[in-house]
């Protein structure tokens, strides 16, 4: 009996032993973040960039910070770490701005959406959520594309756009035509009625010559005000 007792004293001590150490002993502190690079504050201390693997810390409570200084966010939470155990943080950081992405067939298109945000395939990090307006115009023979956009916080916007070929004859190509005719017309008119003085009816107030040159001239500024638009 007597024997038995000092076992148990022997047992219960080492358990009191094993329990004293285990409370005594560091935790293990695991922060894995989406994206990486984002700053770790521990307690206002700071204690690396993501992803922090396997810190060894004093049990307790802690205040955990984390920033993302390119994306401009941060979050803050409180975790608790237990003597001998490992506590994982997993966090998506979501970031203040959206990202447009612009894929066209042809590439090398001009993109534009108030700024020009450059030649296709082009993305952007960091737009600022809202509506906008996007202009595609490809420097070849290709219709000029303009279509709305909305881009959401934290989020990526796709957009694919296969451009269409300029049709020999569109609505320009066809008014600069006519006004070329026009002009050539006008100048004609002009050579040929030089020497009448009595055109249309006038008794000499208005020439075919000076009516020709008007006409001619009108129709080479309508030619360039269409070709400039």
Not at 49 to 71: A, E, F, N, T, W
Not at 160 to 183: D, F, Q, Y
Request: glycine content about 10%.
């Amino acid at each position: 009996m007597r024997s038995q007792n000092v076992l148990y004293l022997i047992g219960f001590a080492a358990l009191f032993a094993w329990s004293a150490a285990l409370a005594d002993a560091d935790g293990i502190l695991t922060v894995k973040t989406q994206p990486e690079g984002v700053k770790v504050w521990l307690d206002d201390k700071y204690i690396g960039d993501s992803p922090i693997m396997d810190k060894k810390l004093k049990p307790g409570r802690y205040s955990l910070k984390l920033v993302d200084p390119v994306q401009q966010t941060s979050s803050m939470e409180e975790v608790f770490i237990q003597p001998g155990e490992t506590t994982v943080i997993e966090k998506t950081v979501k970031s203040n701005y959206g990202t447009l992405k612009v894929t066209t067939d042809p590439d090398g298109a001009d993109v534009f959406i108030l700024t020009d945000l450059g030649k296709s395939p082009v993305s952007n990090d960091f737009m600022i959520p809202g509506k906008y307006r996007l202009e595609i115009k490809h420097p070849g023979n290709y219709e000029k594309v303009t279509t709305d956009v909305v881009v959401p916080r934290g989020e990526t916007v796709n957009i694919s756009k296969t451009l269409e070929e300029k049709s020999a004859l569109n609505g320009k190509a066809i008014a600069r035509l006519c006004l070329g005719a026009g002009a050539i017309a006008g100048f004609a008119l002009a050579i040929a009625e030089r020497d009448d003085h009595n055109y249309g009816g006038t008794n000499g107030t208005v020439t075919g010559r000076a009516l020709g040159i008007t006409a001619g001239i009108l129709c080479v500024v309508g030619f360039e005000i269409v070709a400039f638009f």
